[in-house]
């Protein structure tokens, strides 16, 4: 998704825009925290530069610790609880956006699916999507496989 990109969460007391910057292309994850995170069989992310974020409203914040060791902080409406974004202490600087968030979520398709061996076995891919059963390691990794599109 290109351009300037709005959203907000379910209630409306929080709204946002995502300038246009530093964005990578988003993707699917099916990794079992984001399964039971989400309360479904995966979710959509897209990482971006965190200077590029406007938000309104009132957040909350949740931390977490990754099975790699890795701090997430996870940011949402302190209303309705919709999360939006989070942070991950191995990525200063950058954020990774709750794709569903966004006013024009149904244009989005993701560019590649993350996690794939632990999908829900009902969950079919397309035939040509880039796919990996875990994840990237490095910033480089990422870059090569949701780069800028």
Request: some cysteine; proline content about 6%.
């Amino acid at each position: 998704m290109q351009g300037e990109l709005t959203g907000g969460c379910l209630c409306g007391a929080v709204r946002y825009t995502l300038r246009t910057g530093f964005r990578m292309q988003p993707y699917a994850c099916h990794c079992t925290l984001c399964q039971s995170r989400t309360g479904s069989a995966f979710s959509e992310h897209m990482m971006f530069a965190r200077q590029d974020l406007e938000i309104t409203g009132e957040l909350d914040k949740g931390d977490y610790v990754q099975p790699s060791g890795a701090g997430s902080a996870i940011w949402g409406c302190a209303l309705c609880k919709t999360r939006i974004f989070s942070e991950n202490n191995t990525r200063p600087g950058f954020g990774t956006l709750r794709c569903g968030t966004l006013d024009r979520s149904a244009e989005l398709v993701p560019a590649a699916h993350i996690w794939v061996g632990s999908k829900q076995p009902w969950i079919t891919l397309p035939p040509d999507a880039k796919v990996m059963d875990e994840q990237p390691r490095s910033m480089a990794e990422w870059a090569a496989l949701v780069g800028p599109g």
